[in-house]
Structure formats: structure tokens, C-alpha cells
């Protein structure tokens, strides 16, 4: 999705336009913090 963004963000008529996209995480690095806690 980040490649197909960046592509979108490209084309002349995006000029100037903010674009938006959701990178996915599989939230390894959190697991051993309080928020697997419970």
C-alpha cells in the first residue's frame, strides 16, 4: 500500500494534495510491554 501510494502522489494532478495510507504492524516490538499485559 505504501508503494501504491507513492505512485498515486506522483501523478501531476496530485500536485500540492496531501495522500494518505495505513502501513499494517504486527506489534511484535509491544509485546513485552503493559500493553500485553492482560
Do not use: H
Not at 507513492?6 to 513485552?32: F, H, W
Request: with cysteine; charged share 20%.
Amino acid at each position: 500500500n505504501v508503494y501504491a501510494a507513492m505512485q498515486i502522489a506522483a501523478r501531476p494532478e496530485n500536485a500540492g494534495k496531501t495522500i494518505v495510507t495505513i502501513l499494517c504492524d504486527t506489534a511484535e516490538r509491544y509485546i513485552s510491554t503493559a500493553l500485553f499485559t492482560e
